[in-house]
């Protein structure tokens, strides 16, 4: 079964961009079997969808960081990653990548990665 | 974009009660309307997906009804572990999720 291990600075100044990856296993991303999603929650707060991202490259994001994130997926390495610019203390939140399988598109998402505490702060 | 409603934003339940959880879309999502349990310093775990289908290794007593823009999670008899966070999440469009409901056991 697929596994899902977020990484990155857990702290980032406001103004500058947040980085994070997503190393899967269990599972091939160049197969194209599975899309993949980012997920956030801020301290306290409720979930909060980013984008959705396939291997064909439709991806889809949230309008209200759709100027800000880019998003890529790294077939040699097994990893996504989310890059979000120009971060203010809003963004402060634990992000989650999670996946199901292509097959199951729209029938929710059964695996989670662990989630990691990002702070935006000075 | 689809705005999620979820009531009550908290209750409290004894073991052993019936419990529902709605969940209103503010457009007709069909039935791609799925529900979370999320326990503190945890990832969400699915437990219904397609509105109405129980996800694999997911206890019985936990069931969800509804099409279109009204959705319901029921569980049947409530346990001590099922004291969670719940949310729904519609993906008709896209993806969004309701606020939450917290619940506690007495």
């Known amino acids: 079964q697929v596994q899902l291990q977020e990484s990155g600075p857990g702290l980032v100044k406001p103004s500058q961009t947040l980085s994070l990856t997503c190393t899967v296993s269990?599972?091939?991303?160049?197969?194209?079997?599975?899309?993949w999603t980012w997920i956030r929650q801020p301290p306290g707060k409720g979930l909060e969808w980013i984008a959705n991202i396939y291997f064909n490259g439709g991806n889809s994001y949230n309008p209200s960081l759709r100027s800000r994130l880019s998003t890529t997926l790294d077939a040699s390495k097994n990893q996504l990653s989310l890059k979000l610019r120009s971060v203010t203390v809003a963004d402060t939140a634990v992000y989650y990548c999670?996946?199901?399988?292509?097959?199951?598109?729209?029938?929710?998402?059964?695996?989670w990665g662990q989630g990691i505490l990002v702070t935006v702060s000075s | 974009d689809i705005q999620m409603t979820q009531s009550p934003f908290s209750l409290s339940a004894s073991v052993g009660d019936r419990v529902t959880i709605t969940c209103r879309a503010s457009q007709s999502v069909i039935s791609y309307l799925n529900w979370y349990q999320q326990k503190p310093g945890k990832a969400p775990k699915l437990l219904i997906y397609?509105?109405?289908s129980l996800q694999r290794g997911v206890p019985s007593r936990f069931s969800g009804s509804g099409s279109g823009t009204d959705f319901t999670l029921t569980i049947s008899s409530l346990q001590p572990e099922d004291s969670a966070t719940y949310y729904c999440q519609q993906t008709y469009s896209t993806c969004s999720f309701g606020q939450g409901t917290k619940l506690d056991i007495k």
């Open positions: 397609g509105a109405s």
């Open positions: 269990g599972g091939a991303i160049s197969s194209g079997d599975y899309y």
């Open positions: 999670a996946t199901t399988e292509l097959s199951r598109h729209r029938l929710g998402l059964d695996f």
